[in-house]
């Protein structure tokens, strides 16, 4: 049954966020507060300040359909992947630049934010969206024709057509960005310890970046979902080779030993 496979689905997404952060706890002793403070900026700058953004500029109607997706589908790419990384990397270098006037910062800093903000929108999108896919499932299975009545066609051709790969390459996709969330705040963790602009902005071309297969999807120019996939995986490769390479991550441990 499908509904099984959502509930496992939700279970590797919940484990890939709870157990790296029981590691590091112990092994490093991140900040549980910043982890904290990570998930809040990931909610306030995406879920709030973000959507408030969109309902200015996109003004969605009640059936979900925005003009300018249709109008100008390359102006909506643009604007939807610059929208994010500017909100999501704002928020970081705030909460690291209030940070450092408290304390000087630590590169575990980095690594409690990145998995306190991957974490939360693991959850908010990815165990939240299995769990109305869950809800989904289990009405059209049903059967029951007044209930079904009341969702759109394409909700019910999407349950009906789904498969079991699918709903793994979602779980997939969520530990993907996790990960990825990791290392875009090294970036303005380093931006905001190291004073300088540039790792900011590269953090906000990053995330852009990655944020443009699924603008592709939404338009219609990129249908298949693991090309997508496959698309952001190349991507955080990328960004873990340039991160080792250009970042120096552990640059005030290597100092010190220099010294």
């Known amino acids: 049954m499908l ?23 112990k092994t490093k002793q991140i900040s549980l507060l910043v982890f904290l403070l990570g998930g809040v900026g990931f909610y306030l700058s995406s879920q709030i300040f973000e959507n408030l953004l969109h309902r200015l500029v996109l003004q969605p109607q009640a059936d979900g359909t925005i003009a300018l997706m249709k109008d100008s589908p390359l102006l909506y790419v643009l604007y939807g992947i610059t929208a994010a990384a500017i909100f999501e990397e704002t928020a970081r270098y705030l909460i690291f630049y209030y940070l450092q006037k408290k304390r000087p910062l630590t590169v575990n800093d980095s690594l409690a ?10 959850f908010f999108i990815g165990i939240a969206g299995l769990l109305n896919l869950f809800f989904l499932v289990q009405l059209v299975s049903q059967g029951d024709s007044k209930l079904l009545a009341q969702l759109p066609q394409v909700t019910i051709s999407y349950v009906q057509q789904l498969q079991i790969g699918s709903i793994y390459l979602l779980a997939f996709e969520r530990i993907l960005a996790l990960a990825i969330q990791v290392f875009l705040t090294f970036w303005v963790w380093a931006a905001v310890k190291e004073r300088t602009a540039k790792y900011f902005f590269a953090a906000l071309v990053f995330h852009a970046l990655i944020n443009l297969a699924p603008a592709l999807v939404q338009v219609g120019w990129l249908a298949q979902p693991i090309l997508v996939e496959v698309m952001i995986f190349v991507e955080f490769l990328a960004l873990v080779y340039l991160t080792k390479k250009f970042l120096p991550v552990y640059f005030s441990e290597a100092r010190v030993r220099k010294a």
């Open 3 to 25: 509904q099984i496979h959502i509930l496992l689905a939700m279970l590797l997404i919940l484990v890939a966020v709870v157990i790296p952060v029981l590691y590091f706890k």
């Open 113 to 122: 934010y990145g998995l306190g903000h991957g974490g939360i929108e693991a």
